[in-house]
């Protein structure tokens, strides 16, 4: 008969473990400020003052808070369990992310909570202690604790609301001058605030928008689609009926680059990042999951930059697309990746329109004859044979230089700097301008020509 | 209020149309036109029952069972034939309409 013996995991190892769960600075935050939206919050700041000895951030919210009963249930890990059918809206899934997310940043966390009608309620984990000790000891806050945290100016929670803390930050590195901690936090701010923007940018817009601060700037919604700008598509959309909802498919074409100004672009991050981020946009209850890639369904390529598929799941469908704790990676379910593909061909399609009907006024240049030598599989870009300035310079040259000319030629076709022009279109577009070239270096040839002569 | 019998038979239908948990809306289209049509029962009626569709986790070989009637298997198969079918029968839709009209034959 086999005996049952306790296999519970050590505090002090288990957390260790929870400490590397895979989050990083943004995917931490973002998961905190899940909460923040579920808490129905119209303000959420993330706050780090500059010049401490021992850094900390704050992320505060004015949502609807908790009672001091829910935040110490709250506080306890796999608080919920992900197969319980939640709100429309909740964005949590594990019960976990709160906790998990911050201990990936920070070796203590202080969570202070307050409903519109009951007093600061507050709770604290300590990594240290909880190692020290090898047991979970979860801290309640009582008055006197609360009160040294307004003293030191940390407590910014309202009326009501939520703010968690991270004090003891681990997201920087700890071995070096306190002025290289303000341009540690500053640099991880600055990549949080782009990562916001973009992920959490459809609340950030509308009537019931949720306002966002970074150090109390505010931050702008970042349209991954560019739906406002000139010379966008909008492509076919389709819905599926499904557990907890619908799954609703949309499709963009964003505009060419030459349409998009130098800012609209910059936004989106530059034109090699817009190449990048080709593919699906994944939305769980309005929150960007993933952010680009086409998850095996087709290939990137630089002909389908334009190219995005907007896709919005409800968090019932969690089990299905298998979202994990950080809600930073799904699989599509096989029924949904099969009925995708075909909303895929028609941005793919408008993208490469896009690309090749600017590629086309190129082929009908004068000056470069583009060869397709169909037989061999290959395409080169020569100096075209019958342009009517190359043949009056031709017929007016003298017969013993003509080769000359002619080798010229062909090197001027072999040697054009095809990988330069290749990565420098995908990288910077807006700054190629072949209409701007002011032939000063080759009037000065001309010149030092003619002056030798004379 | 659906009676248990049209319920099943819905639920049938959605079996068969979302063998992979989403039906695509075309189908769903012909499914709630259909049961209105047939059944007398409203969009409400319809939303109530997709929702409870989606909820349980029950095999269609226990609805299979719910549905007695002869006309109303006959019914069954039309509209589970023609709203599978809205945006092409795949093979498992095909499969699931197979073993459906199978199960009944052998009852």
């Not at chain 1, 931490?28 to 021992?54: L, Q, R």
């Not at chain 1, 598509?233 to 505009?255: A, D, N, S, W």
Request: negative net charge; glycine residues 6%; aromatic residues 8%.
């Amino acid at each position: 008969m086999s005996v049952v013996l306790n296999g519970s995991p050590s505090p002090k190892g288990h957390i260790k473990t929870l400490m590397k769960i895979g989050y990083d600075f943004c995917t931490a935050i973002s998961d905190i400020i899940d909460n923040s939206v579920s808490a129905d919050s119209s303000t959420i700041e993330i706050f780090s003052p500059p010049n401490m000895a021992s850094p900390y951030l704050t992320i505060t919210d004015n949502g609807y808070g908790m009672s001091e009963s829910e935040l110490i249930n709250n506080m306890k890990i796999g608080c919920k369990d992900p197969s319980d059918s939640r709100h429309a809206d909740d964005l949590g899934r594990f019960g976990s992310g709160m906790k998990t997310a911050s201990f990936s940043q920070a070796k203590k966390l202080i969570v202070l909570s307050k409903k519109s009608d009951t007093c600061i309620a507050g709770a604290c984990w300590d990594i240290d202690k909880i190692i020290h000790e090898d047991a979970w000891c979860l801290e309640k806050l009582d008055k006197t604790d609360i009160s040294e945290l307004e003293k030191d100016g940390i407590v910014k929670i309202g009326n009501h609301g939520t703010q968690i803390i991270w004090q003891k930050l681990t997201c920087h590195q700890q071995d070096i001058h306190s002025v290289d901690f303000d341009m540690q936090i500053a640099s991880l701010l600055e990549t949080a605030e782009k990562h916001i923007s973009l992920h959490f940018h459809r609340f950030m817009k509308g009537n019931d928008n949720i306002n966002f601060f970074i150090n109390n700037k505010p931050i702008e919604a970042t349209d991954p689609f560019m739906t406002s700008a000139s010379g966008y598509q909008e492509g076919r959309g389709e819905k599926f009926r499904c557990k907890g909802g619908y799954i609703k498919i949309k499709t963009h074409v964003l505009p060419s680059f030459s349409r998009m100004g130098k800012s609209e672009m910059d936004i989106q991050g530059g034109a090699a990042a817009i190449a990048q981020k080709q593919g699906l946009y994944i939305y769980r209850n309005k929150r960007l999951i993933n952010a680009g890639g086409w998850l095996d369904l087709s290939k990137h390529h630089q002909l389908s930059a334009l190219a995005r598929v907007q896709i919005d799941i409800p968090a019932a469908l969690d089990e299905e697309w298998s979202t994990d704790v950080k809600k930073a990676t799904l699989q599509l379910p096989p029924r949904v990746k099969r009925d995708l593909k075909k909303y895929l061909s028609d941005p793919i399609k408008r993208s490469r329109k896009v690309h090749i009907s600017k590629g086309n006024k190129s082929a009908a240049n004068t000056f470069w004859k583009i060869c397709n030598h169909e037989d061999e599989k290959k395409i080169t870009y020569e100096v075209h044979p019958d342009n009517k300035q190359l043949a009056q310079l031709i017929f007016k040259l003298s017969p013993n230089l003509r080769p000359t000319l002619v080798a010229y030629l062909l090197s001027l076709s072999r040697e054009l700097p095809l990988q330069h022009i290749y990565t420098t279109l995908a990288d910077r577009p807006l700054d190629v301008n072949q209409q701007n070239i002011e032939g000063i270096d080759i009037e000065n040839l001309m010149s030092a020509f003619i002056e030798r002569e004379i | 209020m659906v009676n248990k019998s049209v319920a099943a038979a819905f639920y049938i239908c959605a079996s068969i149309c979302g063998k992979d948990g989403v039906i695509s809306s075309q189908e769903e289209a012909l499914l709630t036109e259909s049961f209105k049509l047939e059944f007398n029962i409203d969009d409400n009626d319809i939303n109530i029952l997709f929702d409870q569709f989606f909820e349980s986790e029950a095999l269609i070989d226990s609805y299979l069972e719910e549905v007695i009637d002869p006309d109303l298997r006959k019914k069954v198969v039309a509209i589970a034939e023609l709203s599978a079918a809205a945006d092409g029968l795949d093979i498992r839709e095909n499969l699931a309409l197979q073993r459906t009209k199978l199960t009944w034959s052998n009852t």
